[in-house]
């Protein structure tokens, strides 16, 4: 009896011992397997990450090309744009010289000008005066006199209206305008015209 039942444990047992061996063998293969998959999968994860880090590199190496293209493109540009600043303010700068010569003689002629205008009028003044005789008509005097005071007085302010500042105190200094005969020769017509004695010293 004790005998059998030794024999049906170790059967038992022996069963357990291959099923043990058997499920051992399995866990084995099925280890061996993971592990395969995941060096296959590590191996491609590798072989992507180098693809990737090359083409990484070469993007890199292409945005510094591009880059030194730009900065070389730009360093040009703003060379080009400062050549062009620096020749814009020299012929800014002539222009304004040649400007300022240009009103200096404009003023310088039209000073000129209105000195000859001046001069011709006060001389033909004087020459008018030097020429007027005493009217035979007292009447015909008058009106002759209102005429020229009228007429003197309407050019001297036209002329005076159009005289710039410059020319204006260039009048006043050489008294032209205020010098005494011709005051007195102005100030005649205006006396002259209440006056009996209407004639005139040639």
Do not use: W
């Amino acid at each position: 009896m004790e005998l059998s039942r030794l024999r049906k444990t170790s059967t038992v047992l022996e069963t357990q011992l291959q099923e043990f061996k058997a499920d051992k063998n399995n866990i084995r293969l099925s280890l061996k397997t993971i592990q395969e998959d995941h060096q296959r999968e590590r191996e491609t994860h590798e072989r992507e990450l180098a693809k990737a880090k090359s083409s990484h590199a070469e993007e890199i190496d292409m945005l510094k090309a591009e880059i030194y293209d730009l900065k070389k493109e730009h360093d040009e540009e703003v060379n080009e744009l400062k050549s062009t600043l620096t020749e814009s303010e020299e012929n800014h700068k002539t222009e304004i010289k040649r400007l300022k010569a240009d009103i200096e003689q404009s003023e310088d002629d039209y000073e000129d000008d209105v000195m000859k205008v001046l001069d011709a009028l006060q001389m033909a003044h004087e020459e008018d005066t030097q020429r007027r005789k005493p009217a035979e008509n007292e009447e015909e005097l008058k009106k002759r006199l209102e005429f020229l005071e009228k007429s003197y007085e309407s050019e001297i302010a036209e002329l005076k209206a159009n005289l710039c500042p410059k020319c204006k105190k260039l009048v006043e200094r050489r008294g032209l305008m205020s010098s005494p005969d011709f005051q007195r020769s102005m100030g005649s017509l205006s006396r002259s015209m209440g006056s009996r004695n209407l004639g005139f010293d040639v």
